[in-house]
């Protein structure tokens, strides 16, 4: 079982649509990434959090240290936004950076 | 553009042959990483590098050998790889160690 579960797995939406990704992790961290990869396979990075909220854009990443919970929102989706969506956790004890799988979102006009 | 580059873009090799992956960060990082992104699996990472000094190899078989000549630059050796190799490497950079990392856009490699 992967220490860094994301849900959901797939998401299609519309248009303009509100988008929530999550992201649970089992361990303790010191911070957590967002992390972007397009078709082709180029990968961004998003956010790096450990408390609270961050905002840029149409983009915000939120994170509950004490559930160990963090999300990904997307306001007004895009078609641009269609890409692969990641988490990694960072772990507190050791250096050890830990990927979810993975939300692949396809966003339709 | 994210200012880091890696050469080739593609590769394709035999299971004896040797080669290298190059990837070159233009933007004064002090830590720099090397990523395995196989199909339907999560991203692994493979090694880090903090000015120039390894401080993570994750269990990463030795016919893999990480290179660090100096900050902006990093080179994994590969030779007598396997068929399950093939996958897509990314080389990362970030400012400090596990900060914003900033990626390259990979090398698909094939392994015959």
């Known amino acids: 079982k992967n220490e860094v579960e994301q849900s959901p797995q797939n998401l299609t939406a519309q248009e303009g649509e509100f988008i929530t990704i999550n992201c649970s992790y089992s361990?303790?961290?010191?911070?957590l990434h967002w992390l972007q990869q397009h078709p082709g396979g180029g990968i961004v990075s998003l956010f790096m959090?450990?408390?609270g909220k961050k905002k840029h854009g149409r983009l915000i990443a939120t994170i509950n240290i004490q559930e160990k919970h963090s999300s990904l929102h997307i306001t007004a989706s895009h078609p641009r936004d269609s890409a692969v969506y990641i988490c990694a956790a960072l772990g507190s004890s050791n250096y050890k950076l830990t990927f979810g799988k993975g939300t692949l979102l396809t966003v339709n006009p | 553009e994210t200012g880091v580059t890696q050469t080739p873009r593609h590769l394709v090799m035999g299971m004896t042959n040797k080669k290298s992956l190059k990837c070159e960060q233009h933007l004064g990082h002090n830590a720099m990483y090397w990523y395995k992104q196989s199909a339907k699996k999560p991203l692994e990472l493979m090694f880090v590098?903090?000015?120039?000094?390894?401080?993570e190899n994750n269990s990463v078989p030795s016919r893999f050998s990480p290179e660090c000549p100096n900050s902006s630059h990093l080179f994994l050796h590969l030779h007598t790889l396997q068929p399950e190799d093939s996958a897509l490497y990314l080389c990362?950079?970030?400012?400090?160690?596990?900060?914003?990392?900033?990626f390259g856009p990979g090398t698909r490699l094939t392994v015959t």
């Open positions: 361990v303790g961290i010191s911070a």
């Open positions: 990362a950079s970030s400012q400090e160690l596990f900060y914003e990392q900033y």
């Open positions: 959090l450990s408390s």
């Open positions: 590098y903090s000015l120039e000094e390894r401080v």
